[in-house]
């Protein structure tokens, strides 16, 4: 019926990807003006359908229709047949958003809380049996409590930049995936499969729908949700308007600024955060003329932890060295409207207009401010991980592993896993496999959560994978399934029947 534009992000770091908005498909909920009105729309089987909403912006052939739930969709200019002038369509409140969402993925498999401006939603792999109820209870106030620091340490960082802001017109939705299966599902039905790889993103803001979407065991430490929500904070408070031109490296740099520890935040954009600054430095594909001119590189795989270091660099360093022209050229972002598009060179020379020096040159006397404000911290080299070793966090498993060559046998592993729900007992799988084509696994049943580690007694890598070329390995990975315990496919996997891993050779 309407042509849906998804929208993106991952987590960049060792073991996982950076979040990743999709140039116009990532922007966040609109504040700005808007008309409402009812518009009749030719759907695709050639049929009318009558549709009520605001008129958020028209640009590149469409029209972006904003629906009183603060979804977002764009429908082609060609398919509006008529618009009829209305008065504002009231937003839905927390309630309606809670029934909706208890609809869309039904009272078995969801659990819901709502908080001042927050909707936090749980979607389970399996129903919930009744003495659980408080948990998930408890821990979705857990997730509306750190909701709320985000909206105090966020306001404190733009009233510093005394920049005016608005109260969200709509809910914001939380959504956290209890396994990481059921959120690659969504995330691909949501996206239609573009941008970085489902499998690659712990969390997302959605520009469209206007939601924060999440896996589970992302809040362990709160970092992949921290993130994302000072994306739904900045577009739901009127900072820069959704599916605008606003360059994603803008967008991202806010979001790298801040750090958390936890349940808490301990820095803003105005510090300096190590695990950006130091492959901003070391970067080799990427530079600041890149990311500035679009946002092609925040969308692949490959290249998008350079350009999140470069998004954290050129924010932390204008906000800081060039606060005057930072606040002309946020002024200038925030009135870019929605569904409009700025080439390269444009987005350029507005850059270089207002900052007064080429982005080249910018980035030259980077290194320089970053070292100056390296001298004021208490810096610690970071630790060399043993060769073998891997520590890795996958579908609600922490995973420590050790391997090693044994003398006549080939590789071998051992190690350790913790659950990490926060919710029940899950039974997992965990694979670890080579480039060869070679894997071991250990099934790992009924495993209860916030518990210690529970050890993984070695095993040799030696079972050939689906299509497996076999011989020498020379590097490896971890892979983890996990399933509620004791449903049904546990018992298959109790009976002995469990997958054999495809080798894909990347």
């Known amino acids: 019926m309407f042509l849906q534009l998804p929208t ?28 409402a009105d009812t518009f009749i729309v030719r759907e695709d089987d050639g049929k009318q359908a009558k549709v009520d909403a605001r008129l958020a912006g028209e640009g590149q052939g469409c029209v972006a229709l904003e629906k009183p739930d603060g979804r977002i969709e764009i429908v082609p200019q060609d398919q509006i047949l008529k618009r ?6 009231d937003p839905i409140t927390r309630e309606e958003m809670l029934q909706r969402l208890t609809e ?40 509306a409590k750190f909701m709320r620091l985000v909206d105090k340490e966020f306001l404190k960082f733009v009233d510093d930049l005394k920049v005016d802001l608005v109260k969200p017109r709509y809910p914001l939705v939380v959504l956290i995936f209890e396994t990481d299966d059921d959120f690659i599902a969504y995330t691909e039905a949501e996206t239609g499969g573009r941008g970085l790889t489902a499998g690659n993103m712990l969390g997302y803001y959605s520009g469209l729908s206007n939601h924060l979407v999440i896996r589970m065991s992302e809040c362990h430490t709160f970092e992949t949700p921290l993130h994302e929500a000072i994306h739904q904070q900045v577009y739901n408070r009127g900072v820069l308007q959704r599916l605008s031109a606003a360059p994603a490296w803008f967008n991202e740099g806010i979001a790298t600024g801040f750090e958390g520890n936890g349940e808490r935040i301990n820095a803003g954009p105005l510090t300096v955060n190590l695990r950006y ?52 050229y946020l002024q200038l972002l925030s ?15 507005e850059f270089e207009e207002i900052f007064g020096k080429s982005v080249g040159k910018l980035q030259a006397e980077f290194p320089e401010a970053l070292r100056q404000a390296a001298l004021k911290m208490d810096l610690k080299p970071t630790p060399r991980k043993p060769p073998g ?13 050790n391997v090693a060559n044994t003398e006549n046998s080939g590789p071998a592993a051992e190690g350790r896993m913790r659950n990490m729900s926060l919710l029940r007992p899950m039974s997992f799988l965990v694979t670890v496999e080579t480039n060869a084509g070679t894997y071991a696994e250990w099934y790992l049943p009924n495993v209860a959560p916030r518990h210690a580690p529970i050890n993984m007694d070695r095993e040799l890598i030696t079972k050939r994978m689906v299509n497996g070329p076999g011989g020498p390995s020379s590097s490896f990975g971890v892979r ?27």
């Not at 939603?121 to 919930?128: H, K, N, Q, R, T």
Request: net charge positive; hydrophobic share 40%; glycine share 8%.
């Open 8 to 35: 993106l992000r991952t987590r960049g770091g060792r073991i996982r990807v950076l979040s990743v908005w999709l140039a116009m498909f990532v922007r966040g909920a609109l504040n700005g003006p808007a008309n």
């Open 84 to 89: 009829i002038p209305g008065p504002d369509p």
């Open 104 to 143: 869309r993925f039904g009272k078995e498999k969801f659990r819901g809380y709502a908080e001042q401006n927050y909707v936090i939603g749980m979607v389970l792999a399996e129903s919930l049996p009744k003495k659980l109820d408080k948990t998930a209870t408890e821990l979705l106030k857990k997730g």
């Open 277 to 328: 600054a130091r492959p901003a430095i070391n970067a080799k594909i990427v530079d600041w003329d890149d990311v500035v001119a679009d946002d092609k590189a925040f969308r692949g795989d490959v290249l998008a932890g350079e350009a999140y270091a470069h998004a954290w660099s050129i924010h932390w360093f204008l906000v800081t060295k060039y606060r005057k022209q930072y606040m002309k």
């Open 335 to 349: 009135q870019k409207k929605p569904l409009e598009k700025d080439d390269d060179k444009t987005r350029i020379k």
């Open 389 to 401: 070793y891997l520590l890795a966090q996958s579908n609600l498993a922490e995973v420590e592993l």
């Open 480 to 506: 983890v399934r996990a399933v509620v315990a004791d449903s049904p496919t546990d018992q298959q996997w109790k009976r002995g029947n469990m997958p054999v891993p495809t080798f894909r050779g990347d």
